[in-house]
């Protein structure tokens, strides 16, 4: 009897935080359907009036959206080039750590632990000025090249690399294969789940990212979307139209993406929320 | 020519090669900009021109304005980190003990906020906890006849705002660290506290948090230096202006003073401050708890 009981409340206990956790991103999709009148006077919420619902809000966002699509193509762009290239780099750095006795290593290695530790955003102001002497505001090498290598990433890789026997290594030595070779025909693959697990992560850091692309790309035509939706609050004229159907165009597709590779996005998600 | 191709990919010289892309960035976006930003903590710099001014700049961060920037800071770390290792702790031991039906979805749900980025968990709860009368969470207060607030102009109500926010994104992904540490519990242990007739509050005690405490470390870890560095949970709200400063943190007040209005020696002086802060908090638990936490994961 007690056990059913405490079984009881368990459930409900578990089942609240599922709907606290799902309410808003479920709100926000549902308005975006729901015509902007309602939306004014009584901000989200889960009233469902499925013959008021409209597709006016998505229809803005082509029609009289500013610059929204452009924000969503910068997103893109930088989402499309820095993750690969931030994969690529900082799984060969990981893996020099990991394979190779060299002279240095251990100070690479204390340095990549440093800068994990040190939050990178200490160093905003001379990074900007930086940026700026280096005339790349405004430019997504400006918003990339900073970050390219991932600390956190790298240690990630290091870690897992350890985990491989070496005998494979050795024994692609022996057939005649060069270090590059190794790593990009051998060892690559066999990191799969680690590059999936970093692909999420860094995808995620790149899509989300906030203040280094609000100081960097100053222009509105240049604004990443997380940037651009923030601007859209302004204290004179809120597009709320665009507010909502743009914050849900955001999320609709990673939430898509989400239910085809959980696994990897939780071993990305949980591998250390550390920001990469 | 077929000398140096050799070379290129001997053992010896793969190594820097393989690590070269780190060494690079990080001398010039990490060495390089600390030691500019140390250098610029001393001095008043003017669009053209920099001159030194000694101790000037920490001098004007013993304000009002900065200080309530650290009190805020550390006001939204202590509870942030403290709902976010309890109310995590507390789902991961039901779903991973209690719950049998419906466990993937239920703990897929609770984990969904994550990938909301905070700009737009913000534009949500900005709505939600509208000032209007109809707002939706003015409207239930409304049911238990509290007057209806006006969030985002008081501190409490602010600084719960952007509590909640921050334990909205992160309560899923740190129920997920914890059912981890859980997995690596013996059932063994369970069982022979059965047979020793202990009940389920002197078994958590007793052996599901000692076991957890690895991962609890490295939670806390992960979400103090989060909470220090909070920018985008108050920018979301404020744009970087609250009423009274409610909802000023160290790093907003970097971002303001630095790239607002063009101060980089007064900012870069608050900036050290803050890495000074979260040394001290990392060292602390380097010497209590060993490498970050981290070996233990």
């Known amino acids: 009897m007690g056990r059913t009981v405490a079984r009881f409340f368990s459930y409900l206990f578990v089942i609240s935080a599922a709907i606290i956790a799902i309410f808003p991103i479920f709100a926000l999709i549902l308005a975006s ?52 290239i931030s994969l690529l780099l900082s799984s060969m750095v990981g893996y020099g750590i990991a394979i190779y006795q060299f002279k240095g290593r ?36 400006g918003l990339i090249l900073p970050f390219l290598v991932s600390p956190f990433a790298v240690f990630f890789f290091r870690q897992y ?19 590059y070779r190794i790593f990009f025909q051998i060892m690559s693959p066999v990191m799969l789940p680690a590059y999936g697990a970093m692909a999420v992560l860094l995808a995620m850091n790149n899509w989300n990212s906030f203040i280094w692309p609000l100081i960097v790309m100053q222009s509105n035509a240049r604004f990443t979307l997380p940037v651009g939706i923030v ?10 139209k665009l507010m909502i159907s743009g914050s849900a165009l955001t999320v609709i597709p990673i939430i898509i993406i989400f239910f085809f590779f959980q696994k990897y996005f939780i071993a990305g998600l949980t591998s250390g929320s550390i920001k990469g | 020519m077929r000398k140096s191709v050799q070379l290129f990919s001997s053992k010896k010289v793969a190594p820097y090669v393989f690590t070269a892309p780190f060494v690079i960035t990080f001398i010039v976006f990490f060495l390089y900009p600390t030691i500019s930003t140390i250098i610029m903590s001393f001095q008043r710099i003017v669009p053209g021109e920099a001159k030194f001014v000694g101790f000037e700049n920490y001098r004007i961060l013993f304000d009002k304005t900065f200080y309530k920037a650290v009190s805020n800071t550390v006001v939204f ?51 939600i906890f509208g000032e209007l009368d109809t707002s939706f969470m003015n409207s239930i207060l409304s049911k238990f006849s509290i007057p209806p607030q006006q969030w985002t102009m008081k501190s409490s109500t602010g600084m719960l705002l952007m509590v909640l926010l921050a334990v909205w994104r992160w309560t899923g992904v740190n129920m997920l660290y914890f059912m981890a540490g859980l997995q690596n519990i013996p059932n063994e242990l369970y069982e022979s506290a059965d047979i020793d007739g202990a009940n389920w509050p002197h078994k958590f005690l007793h052996i599901t948090l000692p076991s957890l405490q690895p991962v609890i470390v490295f939670v806390v870890l992960i979400s103090v230096s989060a909470g220090l560095k909070m920018f985008e949970e108050s920018y979301v709200f404020w744009q970087g202006s609250s009423p009274m400063n409610i909802g000023l943190t160290i ?29 001290i908090v990392s060292v602390i638990q380097l010497k209590y708890f060993g490498l970050l936490g981290k070996e233990e994961q």
Do not use: H
Request: hydrophobic share 50%; charged share 10%; net charge positive.
């Open chain 1, 33 to 84: 359907f729901k015509p902007m009148t309602e939306l004014l006077q009584y901000g989200l919420n889960l009233k469902l009036q499925p013959d008021k619902l409209t597709l006016d809000n998505y229809i803005s966002i082509f029609t009289g959206g500013g610059n929204y699509l452009l924000w969503y193509k910068n997103s893109l762009i930088v989402l499309l080039i820095a993750t690969p």
């Open chain 1, 106 to 141: 251990n100070l690479i290695f204390l340095l990549v632990i440093l800068i994990l530790v040190i939050p990178i955003e200490i160093l905003l102001l001379p990074l900007y000025r930086l940026i700026s002497r280096m005339k790349l505001m405004n430019t997504y090498a």
């Open chain 1, 161 to 179: 690399v350890v985990g491989i026997p070496d005998s494979l290594v050795d024994a692609a030595r022996i057939d005649g294969c060069t270090e």
């Open chain 1, 231 to 240: 601007s859209l609050n302004s204290p004179y004229s809120t597009n709320y």
């Open chain 2, 77 to 127: 770390t202590f509870w942030s980190v403290f709902i976010l290792v309890t109310l995590p702790i507390l789902l991961s031991v039901l779903v991973n003990y209690s719950i049998t039906k419906f466990k993937n979805p239920l703990k897929m749900f609770i984990f969904l906020p994550a990938v909301v980025s905070t700009v737009v968990g913000g534009v949500i709860f900005r709505q």
């Open chain 2, 251 to 279: 790093l907003g007040y970097i971002y303001r003073e630095g790239i607002s209005f063009g101060n980089l020696g007064l900012g870069s002086a608050a900036g050290l401050i803050l890495l000074m802060m979260i040394l």
